[in-house]
Nanobody, 120 residues
Framework: QVQLVESGGGLGQTGGSLRLSCAASGSILSIGNMGWYRQAPGKPRELVAAISYGGTTNYADSVKGRFTISRDNAKKSVYLQMDSLKPEDTAVFYC??????????????WGQGTQVTVSS
């Protein structure tokens, strides 16, 4: 079994910063792509940023230049540094990971979500 546990959400101010963390644990052989998604009320879940095992990144246009995704493979963790926050960044943020299990099966997992609220 694999768990993704997020932390670091909360209340931020317009123009301010927040940092999200996500740590994976369980019967993990290796982790491939990791990413952050978000879902605002009444809207579909959308990709915010993703990073490959080797560090290749991609971002949603709405966050380019403001958010930075990074990972620590040894710690099985992914991070999202969010700067220049805007009220429209308010959403529940979810961690996602492609995991190769010790059984060599490949599965995709989601974290439980962490609320980010940006006040104007």
């Amino acid at each position: 079994q694999v768990q993704l546990v997020e932390s670091g959400g909360g209340l931020g101010q317009t123009g301010g910063s927040l940092r999200l963390s996500c740590a994976a644990s369980g019967s993990i052989l290796s982790i491939g792509n990791m990413g952050w998604y978000r879902q605002a009320p009444g809207k579909p879940r959308e990709l915010v940023a993703a990073i490959s095992y080797g560090g290749t990144t991609n971002y949603a246009d709405s966050v380019k230049g403001r958010f930075t995704i990074s990972r620590d493979n040894a710690k099985k963790s992914v991070y999202l540094q969010m700067d220049s926050l805007k009220p429209e960044d308010t959403a529940v943020f979810y961690c996602n990971a492609d995991v190769w299990l010790l059984s060599t099966a490949r599965r995709n997992y989601w974290g439980q979500g962490t609320q980010v609220t940006v006040s104007s």
